[in-house]
T-cell receptor, first 116, second 117 residues
């Protein structure tokens, strides 16, 4: 069965610290997509990244970076020099099997609190 | 280009009433997805629709819940005879048809927060 595990329920850091959010997934598919979404206190879902299973290159976008490792079925997310505005719940997600790659399986989320 | 629009943003219903949640997809998108987020949990897939068709409703509760996406107008998620356990945030997402889908990430609306009293 497909599954996404975000073992860290809550993380607290002080501003300017680096923080890594873990995501481990399970799937039998050879082709799949992995995602990260941010849910700030206002409640909306903000898309951060989508990664194809064939592309294991790490991605960097400003202070955000993602480390995709198929060997360990992990897709970890690092925020460098965290800021108070990064405080949110972060969800990792995996596309479901079959043709419908937009049917997503979400982890339970990691709540990140960044203190000034 | 407006994003996925959901309304209302907040909805309060008493037990036994009906709740109707609306979702207007992004322009050019013909695929709509509904997800539910129970308090302190991740999102769970409910249903996937294309215009006038339900493609996958494997995540829909068997009773009281229905969804439609008519040829004209928004997609509607309808919950009849609501109970307290239906209190949740309901998110809609849309994507374009066909091969365009592979280049377009799934974008979500801001959600409707349903409270059943």
């Amino acid at each position: 069965a497909q599954k996404v595990t975000q073992a860290q329920t809550e993380i607290s850091v002080v501003e300017k610290e680096d923080v890594t959010l873990d995501c481990v997934y399970e799937t039998r598919d050879t082709t799949y997509y992995l995602f990260w979404y941010k849910q700030p206190p206002s409640g909306e879902l903000v898309f951060l990244i989508r990664r194809n299973s064939f592309d294991e290159q790490n991605e960097i976008s400003g202070r955000y970076s993602w480390n995709f490792q198929k060997s360990t079925s992990s897709f970890n997310f690092t925020i460098t020099a965290s800021q108070v505005v990064d405080s949110a719940v972060y969800f990792c997600a995996l596309s479901d099997s079959g043709y419908n790659t937009d049917k997503l399986i979400f982890g339970t989320g990691t709540r990140l609190q960044v203190f000034p | 280009n407006a994003g996925v629009m959901q309304n209302p943003r907040h909805l309060v219903r008493r037990r036994g009433q009906e709740a109707r949640l609306r979702c207007s997809p992004m322009k050019g998108h013909s695929h709509v997805y509904w997800y539910r987020q129970l308090p302190e949990e991740g999102l769970k897939f409910m249903v996937y629709l294309q215009k006038e068709n339900i493609i996958d409703e494997s995540g829909m509760p068997k009773e009281r819940f229905s969804a439609e996406f008519p040829k004209e107008g928004p997609s509607i998620l309808r919950i009849q005879q609501v109970v307290r356990g239906d209190s949740a945030a309901y998110f809609c997402a849309s994507s374009p048809p066909g091969l365009d889908n592979y280049n377009s990430p799934l974008h979500f609306g801001n959600g409707t927060r349903l409270t059943v009293t």
